[in-house]
């Protein structure tokens, strides 16, 4: 990075790391989340590269840093800071971590620790083109599933035109930064059907009907660096609908996108490749390479760490969809009848949803959870 007005620095030994203010590391260091000074970093994790160690140290007190020790068999090494945040290390959790080279430009350092999902930087990040310097990546830019406040794409306008058949459709996307983090999917837009036109109908199976529906998706977060987006097309009641991306660009410091489908796909995905986009965060306690593919062991997930006291009537909405969508699923009215005491009894979703009320909360499971395990 040159050196310019805005560039506050790290000061390490001998060494100077220069970072751009007014971005995160200025935040967090005015907010107190990060020390202004650390006089003691322990190692509290490594791992090596082609031809040197990275190293992992913190001082327990929010100075996390990311360290690069070059020239380790001759007497004058060489050590460099490559990253600091705080990052939620500590010294009672131990990173363990594992370099992978693709090529020139992308060599990374996945590590773990059993605290944090899997989390990585690029050794060479500020040597591409385009990219900020290393110091100045957000912080939610290192994590393996970026967090992001979506907005839902909205379907403005069906205009006539295209290729597309009839039926009913929606979008949805995600974000990513090239060679860097992707986020999961989207809320999907409304459903809107695709028809011949105003009082023509809406076609056969398969009819091509000329219509091309306008998507508009605003307030997208510019920590990524590009875009996808998916169609999500029925053409039939109770059949399962087809997948595909339609549109994949680069943002290039835009916050909203217009999109006009006419029918043209880039590539097919399936239902299960759609919903596990991006994935949820797992927390690993440990990871290995293999064959360039990581392999993450001892790891739990939050998604369904739900409060011992969860009430199974705010989840009422998963029985009206099962109601639509299985034929095995019959409501017996048990007791009072109500919604979500019907669901919780049922044995279709009682297997994952337990139902206690009142006193049944002094006890770790109803009889009709129990009942149906036997």
Known sequence: MSETS?????????????YTTGLEIESQLLSGALPNTSNSQQIIGHTTTRD???????????MDCIWKLDNVLRAAYDLKLLYVRNMGFSSERPIQAVFNYENENIQKVYWVDGNQQIRYINLNHSSIGGNESLIDLPSNSINFVGNVNFSQPIITDIL???THTSGMIQYGYNLYRLNGSQTKLSPLSALVSLGKGSNLGGGELNEEVGATPVIKIEDIDLAYTHIKIYAIKYTSYNQI?????IDERELSGQ???TLYDDGSTISSLSIEELLFLGSDP?????IESKD???????????????????????LDATRKYIKQNNIKYKEQPLGDGKGGHIMARHSLLNYYIDHRKGNRKEFNNSPEWEQNRR
């Open 241 to 245: 609908p087809s997948i595909n991306l």
């Open 292 to 314: 360039n593919k990581l392999f993450l062991f001892n790891y739990k997930d939050r998604v369904y760490n739900l409060s011992a006291f969860t009430d199974c009537h705010t």
């Open 282 to 286: 797992i927390i690993p306690k440990h």
């Open 255 to 257: 916050t909203s996108v």
């Open 160 to 162: 006539s035109g295209g």
């Open 52 to 62: 040197s160690i990275i190293l992992f140290t913190t001082d327990d007190l929010g």
């Open 6 to 18: 805005l560039a506050g620095t790290i000061q390490y030994g001998t060494g100077i790391l220069k």
